[in-house]
């Protein structure tokens, strides 16, 4: 073990005189080592010679001690960082809001700006949606009329290569 131990006294074994006997001697059955220790070889947290009741104590080594303590100290580090990044976030947040705010005036605006063109051209709000679904139709229907006028131009010119080519083959005979 360690030259130098840490004396502390929480209130665990307030807490252990109030619970029933059972469970208090499976809370004592949980020491691992009985350790006796000259006054010496103490270190108090308190600042007078007047030592308080060591029976209540708890034993660290100082080498625990000093973990903990530079535990203490990366957990302050991380806690400063978590709320340089919170800060930064809720900026963040700020802006993304004003942001929103602004494009949904942008929208309104645009919307506004659309139904007066409509009106301007249309003489009435219409919807987009179905105007351009019959413009679709209107398109895949010309296309159908033009191609049949082009399957007859086709048959016509079929018909007449063939009797083109039957004349000629005649006159070879």
């Avoid at 978590?82 to 809001?97: A, E």
């Avoid at 010309?142 to 131009?153: I, K, Q, V």
């Amino acid at each position: 073990m360690s030259d130098s131990f840490f004396f502390s006294y929480p209130n665990r074994f307030l807490y252990l005189n109030l619970i029933p006997q059972r469970k208090r001697q499976q809370e004592l059955n949980k020491i691992k080592i009985s350790v006796i220790l000259s006054m010496d070889q103490l270190q108090h947290f308190k600042s007078s010679d007047n030592y308080l009741d060591l029976s209540r104590a708890i034993l660290f080594d100082a080498n625990r001690l000093i973990a903990l303590k530079d535990r203490v100290a990366q957990l302050n580090d991380e806690t400063q960082e978590t709320r340089r990044l919170h800060r930064i976030n809720v900026v963040h947040l700020r802006r993304m809001n004003t942001d929103i705010s602004f494009m949904r005036s942008e929208i309104t605006r645009l919307e506004s700006d659309i139904k007066q063109e409509m009106i301007k051209k249309f003489g009435m709000i219409i919807n987009l949606d179905e105007l351009e679904e019959e413009v679709l139709r209107r398109y895949v229907f010309d296309l159908e009329t033009s191609a049949e006028d082009e399957f007859r131009l086709i048959d016509k010119e079929i018909a007449r290569k063939k009797v083109s080519y039957d004349y000629e083959r005649k006159a070879r005979e």
